[in-house]
């Protein structure tokens, strides 16, 4: 699986982007997906999971109640809706592709995005 994501730029505090990572390979639907972020200067944390089939998602309390994950599998596609941004949600975002049945934290990830900026401005 290779994973591309996209969607980052620059914002105001208090506005919105959504960030998309398009997944290659057959067997897209079979893997938990995710996003995880890094600030700079900080290590990366994780921010938000979705289990295979959409189902179930997972988010990390600093993005809960702003963020939205979602996947699309006819698309081969995770979104990353992400509302009301404060400028500590700056960073890297990070696609990730893990096998596991949970949208919770991996404990490894097979398969890395290459990283989108976001910044938000104060």
């Known amino acids: 699986v290779q994973l591309q994501a996209s969607g980052g730029g620059l914002v105001q505090a208090g506005g919105s982007l959504r960030l998309s990572c398009a997944a290659s390979g057959r067997t897209f639907s079979t893997y938990a997906m995710g996003w995880f972020r890094q600030a700079p200067g900080k290590e990366r944390e994780f921010a938000a999971g979705?289990?295979?089939?959409?189902?179930?998602?997972y988010d990390a309390g600093s993005v809960k109640g702003r963020f939205t994950i979602s996947r699309d599998n006819a698309k081969n596609t995770v979104y990353l809706q992400m509302n009301s941004l404060k400028p500590e949600d700056t960073g890297v975002y990070y696609c990730?592709?893990?096998?596991?049945?949970?949208?919770?934290?991996?404990?490894?990830?097979?398969?890395w995005g290459q990283g989108t900026l976001v910044t938000v401005s104060s």
């Open positions: 990730a592709a893990w096998y596991s049945s949970s949208p919770s934290k991996p404990v490894a990830v097979e398969y």
């Open positions: 979705i289990s295979w089939s959409g189902l179930r998602t």
